[in-house]
């Protein structure tokens, strides 16, 4: 566990980065610090491994204050990833990311194989190993950072906005990716970001803090959601907030209904007549467009004849997901995919909204704020 204790850090010049700030991030899971530019997060965070020493109070990693640990050795067993990954230009990608057990005194084979096994867990081809930094896309230079990271199988993970600096949708793909990762390793992170959308979706707890390091509220995202503390967390939260809570309420209990469908390389044989809007499969029946009303169909179809559709609800995940792919479709029709991208059914809006309803009511009277 992490825990700081009426820390307070202010500068010779009389700035207070933070101010008498206590909380604790509990083992094994994500803990988000989110805020606005000054607000002292990352100071809070680089207090953890010693990069900057509180002016009182005290930071405790499973009990221990880490002044009592030298700040070099406690440096290399804690995980540290930053905005553009920080890899060292010269050396490959490999070697990147044994660096950290080769100073922890592992031979050099040992730490290549280690980064070889954590080059893959990331999701990179081996053949990556040997390029150089330069050589790789941005989203691949994170998870090379994280990958090093790792490296020395940390207890705990600090990740200064690591993904700021990429589009997106790779950004999207490596918080994907963290959570994957946290499900199988289960590290202790503290993960800093100003982007609240960011937070909910990673964070076991987020921690919003105003300028001057004051801590303004620290609760789950869904309460943090439902009953925001003040004027300036409801403000930093958004006005969507309501919106954004859908990302906790599942959709196990939608029903996807069948609509027409037809495949790539159909002709206009096997287009049915219609009035309304068809949804065109692959071979492999994931979604690939729409159709419109009485498009005519010349040969054999293709893609250049369709209306791109819009996001793919995987079933079974948030409520989200699942309004946003009915509103963002050109028919009106959320369509549901399997695990495996495979068409299942679609949904509408109005499936969705009534699923909310039913949910309000039934909190509402057991008496819980829905």
Sequence with gaps: MLEFRSVRKQYENGTVAV??????????????LVGPSGCGKTTLMRMVNRMIEPSSGAV?????????????RLRRGIGYVIQQAGLFPHRTVLDNVATVPLLSGCRRREARTRAAELLDRVGLPADLGRRYPAQLSGGQQQRVGVARALAADPPVLL???????????????????????????????????????????????????RQGGHLAQYAEPDALLAEPADDFVTSFVGRDR????????????????????????????????????????DAHRR???WLPPEAAVDGQLTEDQLVAGGSLHVEGTSLRGALDSALSAPSGLGVVVDGDGGYVGVVTARQVLDLIEEHRSSVTAEGVAP
Aim: glycine share 8%; net charge negative; charged share 30%.
């Design 60 to 72: 405790l990693v499973d009990g221990t204050d880490v002044r009592e640990f030298d700040a070099a």
């Design 159 to 209: 990740m200064d906005e690591p993904f700021s600096a990429v589009d997106p949708v790779v950004r999207a793909g490596l918080q994907d990716e963290l959570l994957r990762l946290q499900e199988e390793l289960g590290k202790t992170v503290l993960f800093v970001t100003h982007d609240i959308d960011e937070a909910i979706k990673l964070g076991e707890k987020v921690a919003v803090l």
């Design 19 to 32: 101010q008498e700030l206590s909380m604790s991030a509990e083992t094994g899971t994500i803990t988000v």
């Design 287 to 289: 979604p690939r467009g």
């Design 242 to 281: 309501g919106y954004r809570r859908l990302s906790f309420r599942d959709s196990r209990r939608l029903r996807p209904e069948a609509t027409d469908t037809v495949h790539i390389g159909d002709t206009s044989a096997d287009v049915p007549s219609r009035a309304g809007w068809v949804l065109v499969l």
